[in-house]
């Protein structure tokens, strides 16, 4: 399934169904690296001692990989990509407070295959 990110479409398959790639431009790329501040962590402290989602960071994660898709996205288009294929998420622990987030995938041109242009015509 792929999604539209403004004029970009990213799918986590290696082509986009019904598109033909037509050009591959390179890596796109979106790095982040977050903080867990102290108090998140004080506050995640102590609801781990209860159980349970911990709210703060969850949402932490949740901004984080939404900036490394958008910076990615961005790339993509500084590529002068219409497409991001084979798209993945990933992150890393730098040190104990710090995560890395790294957004990826093939940056591509894309066009709609000839027979999804005739069934669209009709």
Do not use: C, W
């Amino acid at each position: 399934m792929a999604i539209r990110e403004g004029d970009v479409i990213i799918t986590t398959a290696p082509y986009v169904s019904g598109y033909r790639v037509v050009k591959v431009l390179g890596v796109a790329i979106g790095v982040t690296v977050r903080s867990r501040g102290l108090g998140g962590r004080f506050l995640a402290g102590l609801r781990s001692l209860a159980g349970g989602e911990i709210r703060e960071f969850t949402e932490l994660a949740e901004q984080a990989r939404r900036q490394a898709i958008e910076r990615m996205i961005q790339h993509a288009k500084e590529l002068g990509a219409n497409a991001v294929i084979s798209f993945r998420l990933d992150s890393n622990e730098i040190s104990e407070y710090m995560d890395e987030i790294i957004a990826y995938g093939t940056a591509v041109i894309i066009q709609p295959e000839e027979s999804s242009r005739a069934q669209s015509i009709d």
